[in-house]
Nanobody, 124 residues
Framework: VQLQASGGGLVRAGGALRLSCAVS????????VAWFRQTLVKERELVGR????????YYADSVKGRFTILSDNAENTMYLQMNNLKPEDTANYYC??????????????????WGQGTQVTVSS
């Protein structure tokens, strides 16, 4: 499984961005896809997760109501729509995928496949 993230950039507080993650390879192995984010002072944290092929989602409290994970299964692409961005959302964002029966769906250590990071910077 390969993942390719894109779409980061610089935006003002209150603005919006959409990140994309193209998924390829043996996608039948995927149970869920997720977005994580990391800064220089914080560990990589789970932003949101989508069970692949469903609408079953989870969001961290810090982004609930502002961020939405969308997917286009025909194109094997996942998106993170980020609205009402805040300076504290500034981070390097990563898309990731996890196989079924992984030991951990909540932390980065449980995910087998990763895209490269894409930087999101929110100015105040």
């Amino acid at each position: 499984v390969q993942l390719q993230a894109s779409g980061g950039g610089l935006v003002r507080a209150g603005g919006a961005l959409r990140l994309s993650c193209a998924v390829s390879g043996r996608t039948s192995s995927i149970y869920a896809v997720a977005w994580f984010r990391q800064t220089l002072v914080k560990e990589r944290e789970l932003v949101g997760r989508l069970v692949w092929g469903t609408e079953n989602t989870y969001y961290a409290d810090s982004v609930k109501g502002r961020f939405t994970i969308l997917s286009d299964n025909a194109e094997n692409t996942m998106y993170l729509q980020m609205n009402n961005l805040k300076p504290e959302d500034t981070a390097n964002y990563y898309c990731a995928a996890v196989r079924r029966f992984s030991s951990d769906y909540w932390s980065a250590s449980g995910y087998q496949w990763w895209g490269q990071g894409t930087q999101v910077t929110v100015s105040s």
